[in-house]
């Protein structure tokens, strides 16, 4: 698919620069808040048009670390340090996590992003405790950690920091290239078997990924942060996520074998699933960006996930069912073992955080 096409299949007005290209209202609107910051608001100068400037608003949470309950996530925790995310992907779950904070799911998510300060400080007040026990935090899960407020405000690597000076097993998640700026500290947790990098690639199309996810790097960008983190010793997996039937999934063995060939160490996907406000966005970008294909991208959605564009059955709405997933699926396992065959992710350290802290108690 090339960006021409795209473009020349437009027959609605597009908002170049954002994913959303609406702005749904809140269902909280009881709790919904008024234009201005919390506490403050720095507003990016980079773009003029009112729908693309992105705004920063300082939050104060009491606690950093979440208790995962979903059976479809492998690690215990998950922490984030920006709510709402500016790389705009259209599909991104997340979105309906911002009208908890009176904010639209659409173009509200890309450019009111609120900063947790004090995220550095309160991980380091949960791993200090006597009773906490070392389980590997997913360091995302929700928004990107490395998107691009985190140029402006180092929260990410604050937070690195703390995982290194504690000697704790993390989770990276992102698909932003920004994340090779701590290539130093990522280099020491893997001295330690204590970090795992996964880098999120959706399609290997530059074309489509400007209009599928609009402010995230590009895939050369990704593609070489792969190999760069991987030729400095840092374990990489690569997450294809989401497979979105009729837009990517086309690309599974040339993507697996591409990041493969690069020293990605695993690979794995989710299906897209449009639950909330997120099938209300996405039908509505793919009608915009790709009328002629819009019906048929929408009916596959549906006919691996029951009849529905949302999901919300455990087991089942990371990986659909029915023949179009059972041949997605079978894609990959061909392809694994085709490109990756004996290849593992090294298994994450949970010793030495105990450990370490004894050792440095006895300085005292």
Request: with cysteine; charged share 25%.
């Amino acid at each position: 698919m090339k960006q021409q096409k795209i473009l020349t299949e437009q027959k609605s007005p597009f908002l170049r620069g954002r994913g959303a290209q609406i702005n749904p209202a809140s269902r909280y609107e009881r709790l919904q808040r008024d234009e201005q910051p919390l506490d403050w608001a720095l507003v990016a100068d980079d773009w003029e048009e009112d729908d693309l400037r992105t705004e920063y608003l300082e939050t104060h949470p009491k606690t950093i670390l979440n208790k995962v309950e979903s059976a479809d996530i492998p690690l215990e925790w998950s922490m984030n340090p920006y709510q709402g995310c500016e790389h705009g992907c259209i599909y991104c779950y997340a979105r309906n996590t911002h009208p908890y904070w009176g904010y639209s799911a659409g173009l509200d998510f890309e450019r009111k992003i609120l900063v947790k300060r004090n995220a550095a400080a309160l991980l380091e007040h949960e791993l200090k405790k006597k009773n906490w026990r070392a389980a590997p935090v997913m360091f995302a899960g929700n928004t990107d950690v490395y998107q691009p407020a985190e140029r402006k405000f180092l929260i990410t690597r604050a937070c690195l920091e703390v995982f290194w000076k504690y000697r704790h097993p993390v989770g990276v998640i992102t698909k932003n290239s920004l994340v090779l700026r701590d290539i130093d500290l990522l280099q020491q947790l893997a001295s330690e078997n204590l970090v795992h990098v996964a880098i999120s690639i959706t399609t290997l199309q530059d074309d489509l990924r400007q209009f599928l996810e609009p402010r995230t790097a590009t895939i050369q960008q990704r593609l070489r942060t792969v190999e760069t983190l991987t030729k400095a010793g840092v374990p990489v997996f690569v997450m294809m996520a989401p497979i979105i039937p009729g837009l990517n999934d086309h690309e599974i063995i040339s993507l697996v074998k591409t990041v493969a060939d690069l020293g990605a160490l695993g690979v794995g996907h989710t299906m897209v699933r449009l639950n909330g406000d997120v099938a209300i966005l996405f039908e509505d970008w793919i009608r915009r960006t790709m009328p002629d294909r819009a019906d048929r991208v929408l009916n596959r959605i549906r006919d691996v996930h029951g009849g529905q564009l949302s999901d919300f059955r455990s087991g089942t709405r990371m990986r659909g069912e029915g023949n179009i997933a059972d041949v997605i699926h079978q894609q990959f396992r061909v392809a694994k073992e085709k490109y990756m065959k004996d290849r593992k992710m090294p298994g994450f350290n949970l010793d030495l955080h105990e450990g370490y802290k004894s050792s440095q108690l006895k300085l005292f």
